[in-house]
């Protein structure tokens, strides 16, 4: 469980890292890659250690998916539709494959999209392939039943 835990605080850490250089792409500041992503993990610390203290506090989905990839497209409205009505008790983060590939290969994902559903605690459950919203919304209630207790 510790090491799922750690393992999380990784994979945000290095998904704040890279959405902060593709926002900086977007924008056309072209930085060298080694100070910008020191200066994203410098920059995202004080929020590293928010989303870590919800992380502690609330059950968590995380979504790998790749952008080239049909169900995962298919998912994401899903996905979306799920958060807002999760709002608040739990946390959804998407993680593209392609561009965290040692995260996608630190958890093992070789089937897209792939679903996790993580206890506060750091017990998760893990399901593959494109899933309707009924499935996903129950996974998510047994979720948040499991992290009550």
Not at 6 to 15: E, F, N, R, S, Y
Not at 34 to 44: D, F, H, I, L
Not at 129 to 149: C, F, M, R, T
Request: proline fraction near 6%.
């Amino acid at each position: 469980m510790k090491k799922i835990f750690l393992c999380l605080i990784a994979l945000m850490a290095l998904v704040a890292c890279n959405n902060k250089s593709e926002n900086q792409n977007v924008e056309g500041n072209e930085a060298q890659p080694e100070t910008e992503a020191a200066a994203a993990v410098e920059e995202s610390q004080d929020g590293w250690m928010k989303q870590t203290t919800l992380m502690a506090n609330k059950p968590m989905v995380v979504d790998f998916y790749a952008t080239w990839c049909p169900p995962c497209k298919e998912l994401a409205p899903v996905l979306d539709q799920l958060e807002k009505k999760y709002e608040g008790k739990v946390i959804f983060q998407r993680i593209d494959v392609d561009q965290s590939p040692e995260l996608a290969q630190e958890f093992h994902i070789d089937a897209i999209p792939m679903l996790m559903f993580i206890t506060p605690s750091g017990e998760y459950k893990a399901i593959v392939g494109y899933q309707d919203a009924p499935v996903i919304d129950a996974h998510i209630v047994e979720l948040l039943n499991y992290s009550a207790k």
